[in-house]
């Protein structure tokens, strides 16, 4: 994937991540403050929950975004931050937003199983 592509996939997405984002906190402000008994009390909490979880989720990924557009500009895009080596081209058509290559990325997810335990 050419950096140019990657920049245009990454601003749309966040973009719309930006929108959701904001329909997410907006459900709760137009949610009417009282609850006629304590199921629906709950069932609100419930939805609160996931809504902010999803609100969490985007915003995390709005990071990942804007740490990739900067090494679009920086002209480091495509370049494994750990060992300096070209990603693959098919793992950047997957995840535009990989910072490592997929030796790297696999090392990295077995030391985190070994030491989660
Ligand atoms: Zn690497």
């Given at each position: 994937?050419?950096?140019?592509?990657?920049?245009?996939?990454?601003?749309?997405?966040?973009?719309?991540?930006?929108?959701?984002i904001?329909?997410?906190?907006?459900?709760?402000t137009n949610t009417p403050g009282f609850a006629s008994d304590e199921g629906e009390v709950s069932t609100f909490e419930q939805m609160r929950a996931v809504n902010?979880?999803?609100i969490n989720n985007l915003?995390?990924?709005?990071?990942?975004?804007?740490?990739?557009?900067?090494?679009?500009?920086?002209?480091?895009f495509g370049w494994?931050?750990?060992c300096g080596a070209e990603i693959e081209a098919e793992r950047l058509e997957t995840v535009f937003t990989a910072?490592?290559?997929?030796?790297?990325?696999?090392?990295?997810?077995?030391?985190?199983r070994h030491f989660a335990q």
């Open positions: 994937m050419q950096p140019n592509e990657a920049r245009e996939i990454a601003l749309r997405e966040y973009k719309n991540n930006e929108q959701t904001r329909e997410l906190r907006n459900e709760f902010t979880a999803r915003t995390a990924r709005q990071f990942d975004i804007k740490a990739t557009l900067k090494r679009i500009a920086e002209d480091e494994c931050e750990k910072e490592n290559c997929s030796t790297c990325s696999d090392l990295q997810y077995h030391k985190d």
